[in-house]
């Protein structure tokens, strides 16, 4: 048996979540979508990254980025020490992929600002 924060929405219920390694069982959640984060914390964790990359130009020598799709929450440290080893040299709009499939998960870096772009 394990507490558990739902960060779903901002309501943040604390859920119970009873786990057998066959079935799971929540209780404390206000809404089914609770149960569902539950579910996928204790079979597959993911997690979103927002974060910055270096780039060569004094103007803006950091430009936001995050991840395209969720990422397996054991590997934010892995995709954080990609998007560390960046720096941009070219100008890039928003959108526009920093690294492709990072690490093979099939999730892109893309970037979030059109500062780059704006500013050249
Ligand atoms: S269980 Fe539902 S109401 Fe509660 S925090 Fe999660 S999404 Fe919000």
């Not at 786990?19 to 993911?46: H, L, R, W």
Request: charged share 20%; proline share 7%; aromatic share 4%.
């Amino acid at each position: 048996m394990k507490e558990l924060v739902c960060i779903v929405c901002p309501n943040g219920c604390v859920m119970t979540v009873n786990s057998d390694g066959q079935s799971i069982t929540v209780t404390g959640n206000k809404c089914p979508k609770g149960e569902q984060f539950a579910y996928a914390e204790e079979t597959n964790p993911t997690r979103t990254i927002c974060s910055t990359v270096k780039t060569a130009f004094p103007y803006a020598p950091v430009l936001p980025v995050r991840v395209s799709a969720e990422i397996p929450k054991n590997r934010i440290f892995d995709v954080m020490c990609e998007i560390n080893k960046v720096v941009l040299r070219q100008p890039i709009a928003c959108g526009d992929a920093v690294i492709t499939n990072v690490l093979s998960l099939g999730v892109d870096i893309i970037a979030t600002s059109n500062i780059l772009k704006q500013s050249s």
